[in-house]
Every structure is written in structure tokens, then in C-alpha cells.
């Protein structure tokens, strides 16, 4: 039996050790071996549960003989301690008296729930109250710190686990962009040949075959709108931008061409083009008319059905020139919040499903964000809605924005 040391130096010391989660099973056993030398015990065991597991067992001394019966003796304790009245939570020690000598047990606890045993063995004299107040004490530092490592070993798996699924979510992400964008650069190819053919086709066709061949065509070039915007999204989120060729440009021409096209495509919805002031800006003239016309086709096709659609150019700032695009009809506030978000599209009741993959309006923005300018709405019941482009007169001479 081993000779009992002053408690209080004993005690400081295992409170130190227990301060850091650092190299914890170092720690653990170096603990062990201060309550066999506080305690004068013969042997000293610490179980340790994990999720209702095998107690893991470390004692002192380390015997692989000795440790056999510990373990027997620790799991008849711990089903003592689970089988007790008052729940998992019960502290209550353990004593006991056999031909092995005494023993001494408390139970570590943690959340209410027993998490292990610490358990010390005399061959010979019996424990005293003494003992048992030391044993507590050490046994509600032991859990405490047990406790601690258990939790720092959750967040680290949560962590792994979070990191782990966030690259996973990146990759999968990356790969579906990456995938769109192959896949309309390869389109591509085959609808402009047959874009060629119809135009070829229609330059000596009858009045019977026109039409049909005019909806090839136009049915092409919608196909090419869209796949443009899956390409200017690709771009984006890979973090390469749109590419911008800034020039000195009439925005009242590149409007006027956009409203043209737009027109011959929708001759039933009347299309209205005004401006005031100086018009001229340096900016990239394909980009801007595709923002302008993302606008129109977002007007014609959610606004009130068979009204006008007004487009003003406003250049009465000499920094600043806006594009306006108004039709009548309201946007709701749930549509709003996420109206320039990407593959986002609203829906009339009233109206048939039309093609498109909601990118227009997050590409629109993205334009106007690359030309260091904004886009903004403005919804109600009495003025309808407008969406307006905030242009400065001379956009940034980045490339890729």
C-alpha cells in the first residue's frame, strides 16, 4: 500500500493537469497516479464511457492482469449505478468490503448522465470518510474534464463534418457550372447552322413555307439568348465576370435597335421609346442592349397583358444616365425579394408557361454591376412597375467584371 500524501498540494496538482485538454491520456494517467499516492491506494482505475459503449479503461498500476478483473469490477459497479432510482445522474459513491480488499467508486457525471467510474482498491484497510471526500472531489474534476474533451471532440467532428460538406456542396457546385457552360458552348455550333439554313431557306421560299421557317428562326434565337445567359452565369460564378469592351456609344440608338427586334417578334405590344437630355456614354454597347432587352421580354411577359411597355433614356446628368423600362402591373413583395437571384422566375396565372431559365433579370444586374452602375425596381399599383439601369457616363475600362 502506498503512503498518503498532503491533499492539498495533491489536489492543486491534478487541478493543473486538468486545466489543459492537451495530450489528454497523458494527463489521465499522470491524474491516476496522484490519487494512488493521495489516497495510499493499492490500485486506481479510471472507465470511461463512450455512447453507452465498453468502458475504456485506464489504471494504475498498468497490469494487464490486473486490469481484467478491474473491468469486471467496473462493469458490475456501472450497472449498479445505471440500475439506481434517482436516474444517471446520481453521484452517490460506491463502497465495498471482500476477500480482494475494499474498494471505492463514484460515478462521473456529466449532463445528468453517468459517463464513467473512477474507482480505487485497498488489498488491506479500509477507507474512511476522509478518503471518500478526496474521491469526490477528484472524481467531479475528472468528469468535468472528460466532459470538456467529449465536447471538443464533437465540435471537431461537426466541424470536419461541416467542412467536409461544404466542399463537397463547392465541388458539386463547381462541376454543375461547369457543366452548363460546356454544354452551351457546344450548342452553339449546331443552332447557328440552323439559324444559316433558315435565313438561306427563306430567301427563296414560298408564301407557304415562311412561316414555319420564321418560327425556326425566331425559336433559334431564343434558344441563343438563353444559352448566352447560362454562359454569362458560368462566368460569374467561376469568378471570371462578363467581359466588358467599353466605347463611346449612343444609348438611344443601341436602345432603338433593341426595341426593333423586339418589336418584330411581338407586333401586337405596343413598344414606346423616348429620351431627354444628352444621351452618349462609354460603355459596352451588346451588353447594355442585352440588359435592355432582358427588361423588355421581363415587361412584355409579366406585365399587364395587351398595355404598353415604355422605354426613356434620361441624360440630364452630367455623370450619371439612366434607362427606364415601365409597364403596367405590380410585382409582389415575395417575388421581389428574390427577383434578381439566379434561375428565379415568376409566373402569371393568367398567362401560358413560356421558356427561359430565370436568368435575365440576374444577368441585367450583373451588367450594370460591371459597368459600375446599379439596377433597381419600382413596383405599385398606381404607378406599375419600373425597372431602371443607373449608368455612369464612363464605365470603368476593366475587362472582366
Not at 452551351?184 to 449546331?190: A, K, Q, T, V
Not at 427563306?202 to 420564321?214: G, I, K, V
Not at 417575388?335 to 422566375?345: I, K, S
Amino acid at each position: 500500500m502506498m503512503t498518503s500524501t498532503a491533499p492539498a498540494g495533491a489536489l492543486a496538482d491534478i487541478a493543473r493537469l486538468l486545466e489543459n485538454a492537451e495530450y489528454p491520456q497523458v494527463r489521465v494517467h499522470r491524474v491516476l497516479e496522484l490519487v494512488q499516492v493521495l489516497l495510499a491506494c493499492d490500485r486506481c482505475a479510471l472507465a470511461t464511457l463512450h455512447d453507452g459503449d465498453v468502458p475504456a479503461l485506464s489504471t494504475e498500476p498498468e497490469s494487464a492482469a490486473l486490469n481484467a478483473g478491474l473491468r469486471a469490477k467496473v462493469h458490475d459497479l456501472l450497472a449498479i449505478v445505471s440500475d439506481r432510482p434517482s436516474g444517471h445522474g446520481d453521484r452517490t459513491p460506491i463502497t465495498g468490503t471482500g476477500d480482494g480488499g475494499n474498494h471505492l467508486a463514484v460515478p462521473l457525471v456529466a449532463e445528468d448522465h453517468v459517463s464513467g467510474l473512477l474507482l480505487i482498491e485497498r488489498d488491506t484497510s479500509a477507507f474512511d470518510e476522509h478518503d471518500l471526500q478526496l474521491l469526490v472531489i477528484v472524481g467531479a474534476n475528472l468528469g468535468a474534464y472528460l466532459a470538456n474533451l467529449r465536447l471538443r471532440e464533437q465540435e471537431a467532428r461537426a466541424t470536419a463534418d461541416r467542412l467536409k460538406l461544404i466542399e463537397e456542396l463547392q465541388i458539386a457546385i463547381r462541376l454543375s457550372e461547369l457543366f452548363m457552360g460546356i454544354v452551351g458552348h457546344d450548342l452553339r455550333s449546331p443552332l447557328a447552322a440552323i439559324s444559316t439554313s433558315a435565313e438561306v431557306l427563306m430567301r427563296s421560299c414560298d408564301e407557304r413555307m415562311l412561316r414555319p421557317l420564321q418560327r425556326i428562326s425566331g425559336n433559334v434565337k431564343r434558344m441563343t439568348e438563353i444559352i448566352d445567359q447560362l454562359l454569362d452565369f458560368t462566368r460569374v460564378r467561376l469568378g471570371k465576370g462578363l467581359e466588358l469592351s467599353p466605347a463611346p456609344q449612343d444609348l438611344m440608338a443601341v436602345c432603338r435597335r433593341v426595341l426593333e427586334e423586339i418589336q418584330d417578334g411581338h407586333p401586337a405590344i405596343e413598344l414606346t421609346l423616348s429620351s431627354c437630355g444628352h444621351t452618349g456614354a462609354c460603355c459596352d454597347a451588346a451588353r447594355i442592349g442585352q440588359a435592355v432587352s432582358n427588361l423588355l421580354g421581363n415587361a412584355i411577359e409579366h406585365g399587364m397583358p395587351g398595355r404598353p411597355v415604355a422605354v426613356t433614356v434620361t441624360g440630364t446628368d452630367d455623370k450619371l444616365l439612366i434607362i427606364s423600362v415601365h409597364n403596367e402591373g405590380t410585382i409582389s413583395d415575395e417575388v421581389r425579394a428574390t427577383l434578381f437571384d439566379p434561375f428565379q422566375r415568376a409566373q402569371r396565372k393568367d398567362r401560358p408557361r413560356t421558356g427561359g431559365l430565370g436568368l435575365g433579370l440576374y444577368v441585367s444586374e450583373r451588367i450594370a454591376t460591371a459597368h459600375d452602375g446599379a439596377i433597381a425596381v419600382d413596383s405599385s399599383p398606381e404607378h406599375g412597375t419600373t425597372f431602371s439601369i443607373r449608368l455612369p457616363r464612363c464605365a470603368s475600362g476593366a475587362q472582366h467584371r
